[in-house]
């Protein structure tokens, strides 16, 4: 017992002295909080108040739903996922805010991707 103390004080040492990874400003300010908020219209037209609503809260990045994936009815529908409510835009976006692509996509999409088997007899879904 007494050989293990000295180990692990010098592990405690080695893992705990590490320099910072130096990252990009681009990388630094992705990682910044920020007001943020979802825009899941399938239109994307600022009306006046939402403009004042983005510029009172200091809203720098916007959520914006691209589209929704989901099972296509009229092809085979147990193979083919494809994108609906595709947003269209009718306004530009404030050149001030961030804007982060969203899609929805919906559970009946995760049931169309086959089981594969993978090492140690576990299956497990391929996404």
């Known amino acids: 017992m007494k050989h ?7 592990l405690l040492l080695f893992t705990s002295c590490h ?17 943020a908020v979802y825009y899941w219209k399938t239109t994307f ?4 108040e939402e403009r004042d609503f983005l510029a009172t809260h200091q809203v720098k990045r916007l959520y914006l739903r691209y589209f929704d994936v989901y099972k296509d009815p009229d ?8 994108p609906q409510a595709t ?4 306004d530009t976006v ?10 929805f996509i919906d559970n009946d999409v995760n049931r169309l991707v086959p089981n594969v088997p993978t090492s140690g007899g576990i299956r497990q879904r391929m996404i």
């Open 45 to 48: 037209r600022l009306s006046a």
């Open 87 to 90: 947003l269209q835009f009718k």
């Open 19 to 35: 320099q910072k990874a130096v990252q990009s400003p681009e990388a630094e300010s992705a990682r910044q909080q920020c007001n």
């Open 4 to 10: 293990l103390s000295p180990f692990f004080i010098a």
């Open 94 to 103: 404030p050149s001030d805010l961030e804007v982060v692509p969203t899609v």
């Open 75 to 82: 092809i085979n529908a147990s193979v083919v996922p494809v």
